[in-house]
């Protein structure tokens, strides 16, 4: 272990040994500042990684170099952003924050055309663009763009690196910041350091983990689980060239980076920085749960690769300290929770939230959602959830199995129940979801289609069934107000804002025919936006619908930086949860996930202790004697006058 003052000390022979780039008075005077004030810490982490290597001074020198060098690339708009977001740190936590996440060709086009896109994300109140991996990658297969072959080219098919920088600074003008991937657990066969891997360079062979021997590869895999298990069976692949197993967590092109060498730490944390440089403010950790392996583990989730992202954080906060960074653990919940935090990321996803609303609307009842969601929903203050309903990948059923147990639900048979139940197996299911990646050995399997799909809309549409179009509506209404209400930042996923069906088209790509993920992944024409914008149909209800929600929620400072508390219902088809802002600011929110009628008393609203108390959805008044009704799919926003 190194203390603290001993990473102090650190510092200063680092300091006292490298010539640092050249930087202004006062950026020197920054940075020094920063150094002293975060590298004692990372010294220690580092340590903590890489104490054990002789050379570990050396990796020190190099790294202060690398963020020296990146600090002095910073544009002056980014450090002026990075001066406001110091002030403000928690910016995140507003009401006003709307997130979307697209995919550039998809949503767009292009780079260029994509910045004739901010009017209508300004429209819906978006103000946080997530970019799908957009950098070189393979030409075939690239697994949506994240196996990437160099972090500091764009693909051709989108652009290049100055169109990416002038819709970054278009958009953080008009507003809103833009997210861009980190995927930094793999990268592509093509990457330079793999080529050099494969002609045969040790050092670049370091930076992956390659074996000689299939006994050791089968030991590992012994204990991993297999991700891609329809791609391959366990989680390595041969690479006859150099007669060599090389260690592919996803895709067979998707090579896994050896963090266990300090070299690929300060050669990440360059690419990174590079990243923070374009003028994004957000990065999302890709597959993060897999960065840290160890023999006789499951290589997912390890304390170190905890200390490794704690790392790559210090290393934004010293040179990019406006950037955050956005937890992708799609994880156990507990595990989840433990990537939340000012030092790791500021920012997570929140698939616990997401899946059981998926499972709430399928049996109609709320208490998995209800009881997960008071263990797990509250973080720190510091940080914010993502919520989301649909993304660009997969549905996985993460709940805890204990919570479940304790309420009689068994999970394995559950989760069993979700997938008939979401590929439309299930009889009487609205869903028409397609299945991903099942797994021969165990039966698991995970779903993927589009909003509308997975909520009846698109079977209701195709038997042109009415009252099923009108529910499935309320069923869409329901989880986007949820998402808006609950607290954390809400992230649309594309098309889904437009109430977009599945898209097969896929099945007719080589390179994409055995991913189903890609039937969530639409096309969107301008038509579809139009119809939805001005048309009459269900699309328009959908857009209309979201449209009025968001408007209230950015109007309503209670949606931001106010506390969650999930509430007992007492009602097994009833959800609800109050927002408890430090001003005594407060909101009530009670979802039906049924398609009947149902009541509850109206004393439920003691907690607003109000006399008045009004509907924001509908500004109608309760009544609060007697019982409140909640029509089918039905929703309340209650908040005191
Ligand atoms: C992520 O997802 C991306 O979101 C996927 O689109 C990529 O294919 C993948 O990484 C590889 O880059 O397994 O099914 O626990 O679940 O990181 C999706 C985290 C995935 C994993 C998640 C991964």
Known sequence: MLTFAQGHKALHQVLNTIELPKLSKKDEAIFLKRLEQHFPKLAQNLYELYGDHYDFFLHLQQLVFTLASNFSNRKLALKKRDN??????????????????????????DLKKLKTKIPYLQQLGVNYLHLMPLYLCPEGDSDG??????????????????????????????????????VFNHTSNEHQWATAAIAGDPQMQDFYYFFENQHEVEEYNQTCREIFPSVRRGSFTYIPKVKKWVWTTFNNFQWDLNYSNPAVFTAITDEMLFLANIGCEGLRLDALAFVWKEKWTSCENLPKAHTLIECFSTCLKIVAPSVVFKSEAIVHPDEVAKYIGKEQCQLSYNPLQMALLWESLATRETKLLSASLKKSFEISQDCTWVNYIRCHDDIGWTFDDDVAQNLGIDGQDHRRFLNQFYTGRFEGSFAQGVPFQENPSTGDC???????ALSGLESAVESNNKIEMGLALKRIRLLNSINLSIGGIPLIYQGDELGMFNDHSYLEDPYKKDDSRWVNRPQITDSDIAEAQSGSGVQAQVYQDL????????????????????????????????????????LLAICNFSEHQRRIPASICDILAAEKVVDLLTEKQINQYGDIELKGYDVLWLKTE
């Open 84 to 109: 406001e977001r110091l002030a403000d740190p928690t910016w995140y936590r507003s009401e006003q924050m709307l997130g979307m996440a697209v995919y550039v060709d998809l949503f767009a086009g």
């Open 145 to 182: 763009g994240y196996a990437v072959s160099d972090y500091r080219k764009v693909d051709p098919r989108l652009g290049n690196e100055k169109d990416l920088i002038a819709l970054a600074n278009a958009l953080r003008e008009a507003g809103i910041s833009l997210v861009l991937d980190f």
């Open 446 to 452: 995970r779903v993927c289609g589009s909003l509308a």
């Open 547 to 586: 449209k009025q929600m968001v408007s209230i929620r950015q109007a309503n400072p209670v949606f931001g930086q106010a506390r969650t508390q999930i509430l007992d219902t007492y009602r097994s088809n009833l959800f609800a949860y109050a927002r408890i802002a430090n001003n005594g600011d407060k």
